[in-house]
Nanobody, 114 residues
C-alpha cells in the first residue's frame, strides 16, 4: 500500500524558515516526478514546486528564490526547504507523486505569523 507522510510543518514568524519532509513507502518513486502543493484557507489547492527524476526543479513564481525542493531517491524522500517565509505562505502543504493516479499525502500545516 502506497503511503506518503509529510512532516516538518509548524508555526513560524515571518522571515523564518521551515523544512518539510515527505516520506514515501509501499513503492519506490525514483522514476516519477514528485511535487509539493499547498492549500491556503478558503482557496483552491495550488502547485508550489516539483522535481523530476533527474533533479530538474520548477517553482511557482511566488516562491522562487525562497523555496528549494529536493529528493533522495535512495531513501524515497522529498524535501521542501522554505526560507524567508511570508504570511501568505500559510497553508496546508501536501506531498504528491505525479503518477496516474496521483498519490497524495495527508498534509502538514504551515502557519506564518506577521
Amino acid at each position: 500500500q502506497v503511503q506518503l507522510v509529510e512532516s516538518g510543518g509548524g508555526l513560524v514568524q515571518a522571515g523564518g524558515s521551515l523544512r518539510l519532509s515527505c516520506a514515501a513507502s509501499g513503492r519506490n518513486f525514483r522514476l516519477n516526478t514528485m511535487a509539493w502543493y499547498r492549500q491556503a484557507p478558503g482557496k483552491q489547492r495550488e502547485w508550489a514546486a516539483s522535481i523530476t527524476t533527474g533533479g530538474s526543479t520548477s517553482y511557482v513564481d511566488s516562491v522562487k528564490g525562497r523555496f528549494t525542493i529536493s529528493r533522495d531517491n535512495a531513501k524515497n524522500m522529498m524535501y521542501l526547504q522554505m526560507n524567508s517565509l511570508k504570511p501568505e505562505d500559510t497553508a496546508v502543504y501536501y506531498c504528491a507523486v505525479l503518477t496516474r493516479p496521483t498519490y497524495w499525502g495527508q498534509g502538514t500545516q504551515v502557519t506564518v505569523s506577521s
